[in-house]
């Protein structure tokens, strides 16, 4: 069963329409950047606001050798004692400490979806997101199966950081893939993500080649690709591609920094600022003038 950190109803910015996002965990990425850094472990974890701690104490009862009280500074966890998350679920009932991430039968998840599926219309469905859907490739699936059943619109947002097999099982159920195009360097790519930049780019390929609808995103990171020699690089190479006639600049932000904390992490990105929207102006223009239409956010 796949494990589920999110749903989200009522997206506008994941696909054309209304859309019901469902994000699962796992990705074989380590973004440095990452605003999802619950997404990243395939398994579940521990999430701890401080904030909303009232020491009620509960959380040290269910598990002493790995929680204890911080000098009137909340909670330190031993997470590496923590083999377990899901028996913290429901512990805390002021909602501090709870477990991120759930395992949903391919039936249940299906009915969550189905309770949106009036909202759709002719040109919504869902979107599945991560972490990276197609790393889960076996236990999505059967999901994928029951929604072309029902007629439900499916998008995925994808790395394509995993084997072209995973891509070729899906291909026939989804009706769109949004794939986010990172950098063409692979010395660059590789340290500030940990992955392959030549599996993503023959994935994408490969994609392509068969004639699936692909939106190219790309994430704009400072440090990273914020440039124009490197944006246009990026560019270049999605209007190569057959089919690749749109896509999304997708401007950094710092919105997941309390997550990191919430999950016991330091945040690798905290010198950076957040990219306003007049910075994309130039990787805007420079996109339409290579025959794609070109838009800023999802």
Not at 52 to 68: T, Y
Not at 117 to 129: I, N, R
Not at 267 to 282: C, D, G, I, K, W
Request: glycine share 10%; aromatic share 8%; proline share 5%.
């Amino acid at each position: 069963m796949p494990v589920i950190f999110d749903i989200q109803r009522f997206s506008l910015h994941d696909g054309e329409g209304i859309r019901t996002l469902v994000f699962l965990k796992g990705c074989p990425l380590q973004c440095l950047w990452c605003s999802n850094p619950e997404s990243q472990e395939f398994r579940q974890e521990l999430m701890y606001d401080p904030q909303r701690c009232e020491d009620f104490g509960d959380c040290i009862s269910a598990a002493p050798e790995a929680i204890s009280r911080r000098n009137g500074q909340g909670l330190a966890i031993k997470r590496e004692k923590i083999s377990s998350p899901e028996k913290f679920a429901g512990v805390c009932v002021s909602g501090a400490l709870s477990v991120c991430g759930q395992s949903l039968s391919t039936e249940d998840l299906l009915k969550e979806i189905c309770k949106d599926q009036s909202f759709f219309g002719d040109s919504g469905g869902v979107t599945l997101s991560g972490g990276e859907p197609l790393s889960r490739h076996g236990e999505i699936l059967p999901l994928l199966r029951e929604l072309k059943l029902r007629g439900i619109s499916v998008n995925v947002e994808t790395s394509l950081h995993v084997r072209w097999a995973h891509v070729q099982a899906c291909m026939g159920w989804i009706d769109q893939f949004l794939v986010d195009l990172k950098h063409t360097d692979p010395l660059k790519f590789n340290s500030f993500t940990g992955g392959d930049a030549g599996l993503v780019l023959d994935n994408l390929a490969r994609l392509t080649e068969a004639g699936a609808r692909v939106i190219v995103r790309i994430p704009v990171i400072p440090g990273f690709n914020h440039s124009l020699p490197e944006m246009k690089a990026l560019l270049d190479h999605a209007a190569s591609l057959e089919g690749v006639k749109e896509v999304h600049f997708l401007p950094y932000h710092a919105l997941g920094e309390k997550k990191y904390r919430m999950l016991g992490r330091a945040y690798p990105f905290s010198q950076h600022r957040t990219v306003n929207a007049e910075e994309l102006e130039p990787y805007m223009a420079y996109a339409a003038s290579k025959g794609l239409k070109a838009k800023s956010g999802g």
